[in-house]
């Protein structure tokens, strides 16, 4: 992630908001509703859950029985706090793991949920090292940032490659989906909202107050800025970018 001081602000910024990245129930479950031919209570495993907000809203969409799996000690904490003052501890379970390295028996689940975390490993390796946890006809669905337009300004083009430099297109991501070994089902653009609502919106208070604790840290203020800036990018060219579900 960088240095420790990095690290550190990173997980000020990040920590006690809702979302770790953009999302909503409404397109969580406009992406669930894609999924057909499910058992009563799937079997579900939420990959790179983060604080756990997608979780709760599959919970509660699907009637499932959820494992999250973070690598981040304290988001796990944080889900499984919220499970028990829910009620939910029988149906959601956090546990800390790696997605390069799941440890789980082959076969276990009808549906792997990864919204805004399969980037890290990347589409293709994901795809390939997950696929044997899902059971006969079980779905992986996942979000991923996207291009929306082949033509784009330098300015934003320039910044999502020095971060992503593997960032596609939608019907990039598609194409390459019809040459795996699974069926491509459907896509679903997340609204502009769901950037915002959730994640910016909370994350632009949070920067703000921590600008204030860090007013002589130049690091720390220029680290503050850097998240800033990303904020301003999206609000100046969100018709060119965003995130997709696909399923």
């Given amino acids: 992630m960088g240095t420790k001081k990095q690290e550190q602000i990173f997980f000020e910024i990040h920590s006690d908001i809702p979302r770790e990245g953009p999302g909503n129930f409404e397109s969580t479950k406009a992406a669930f509703s894609l999924l057909t031919e499910l058992p ?3 079997i ?14 599959l919970a509660k969409i699907s009637n499932g029985i959820i494992t999250a799996i973070d690598n981040h000690q304290p988001y796990i904490d944080q889900l499984n706090k919220k499970a028990a003052e829910l009620n939910l501890s029988s149906k959601v379970l956090g546990m800390l793991g ?41 779905y992986i669905v996942f979000s991923e940032l996207c291009w929306f337009k082949d033509d784009r300004p330098d300015e934003i083009e320039n910044y999502w490659h ?19 070994d699974y069926k491509f089902i459907g896509s679903y653009v997340l609204p502009d909202s769901s950037w915002w609502n959730d994640y910016y919106s909370p994350l632009t208070n949070r ?28 609000k100046k060219y969100s018709a060119y970018y965003g995130y997709s579900f696909f399923v």
């Fill in 40 to 42: 009563e209570k799937p």
């Fill in 98 to 138: 790696d997605m390069n390295n799941l440890q789980f028996d082959e076969n276990t689940f009808d549906i792997i949920w990864a919204e805004g975390s399969i980037y890290l490993m990347g589409i293709g390796k994901a795809l390939s090292l997950w696929k044997k946890f899902l059971k006969p006809n079980g």
């Fill in 207 to 234: 920067i703000n107050t921590l600008k204030k604790k860090y007013s002589t840290d130049k690091e720390a203020l220029q680290i503050l800025e850097n998240e800033s800036l990303e904020m301003g990018m999206h």
């Fill in 44 to 57: 579900i495993l939420d990959i790179g859950c983060g604080p756990g907000k997608q979780t709760f809203d």
């Fill in 162 to 180: 020095s971060f992503y430099g593997q960032m596609s297109t939608i019907d990039s991501i598609i194409k390459f989906l019809a040459n795996t």
